[in-house]
């Protein structure tokens, strides 16, 4: 039996989904439904065969992740003009990293929004502002809203 969703989207999220098996299939039949489906991915795993209908939100690991090369670069080519690519910066070597990312592979060009935001408490916020300005980087700025709504270390929401 079905279950009846009364939402209109949908965001698949949490941990890493796309190494569970059944999370593609699972995008397709709410794609099926008539769902708006978000994947929130890290980007380590390949995004090819998710189902075209989805709107991708991939993070590239910057270098002061410590994560950088689990980014799985070739992802780059599958995004699409319903996705977004998120890069969470640290420092300035963070930054210059994402610059690169952005114009090397014409990001801006290619997703919905390319979208810069501070690792909360390692950075002022206005410093990768000033930089994003300076170079007219066609980017978006956010700060990661429930860092300021509940406690920074609070997990689970």
Not at 83 to 107: F, M, N
Not at 112 to 118: K, T
Not at 131 to 136: F, H, M, R, T, V
Request: with cysteine.
């Amino acid at each position: 039996a079905r279950a009846a969703l009364v939402c209109s989207g949908v965001a698949v999220t949490g941990g890493q989904p796309l190494p569970q098996k059944n999370v593609p299939p699972l995008m397709t039949l709410l794609a099926d439904a008539g769902k708006t489906v978000l994947l929130e991915t890290s980007g380590a795993h390949d995004i090819a065969p998710v189902d075209p209908r989805v709107h991708r939100i991939m993070d590239l690991k910057t270098p002061g992740s410590g994560e950088v090369e689990r980014n799985l670069l070739a992802n780059l080519e599958h995004l699409g003009e319903r996705d977004e690519v998120k890069c969470v910066i640290g420092s300035r070597e963070d930054y210059e990293w994402s610059r690169e990312k952005v114009l090397t592979h014409r990001l801006h060009e290619r997703v919905r929004a390319v979208l810069f935001s501070p690792i909360f408490g390692r950075i002022d916020p206005r410093e990768i502002v000033d930089w994003i300005l300076a170079d007219k980087l066609p980017v978006r700025f956010q700060l990661q809203m429930h860092k300021f709504i509940w406690t920074p270390t609070k997990r689970g929401v």
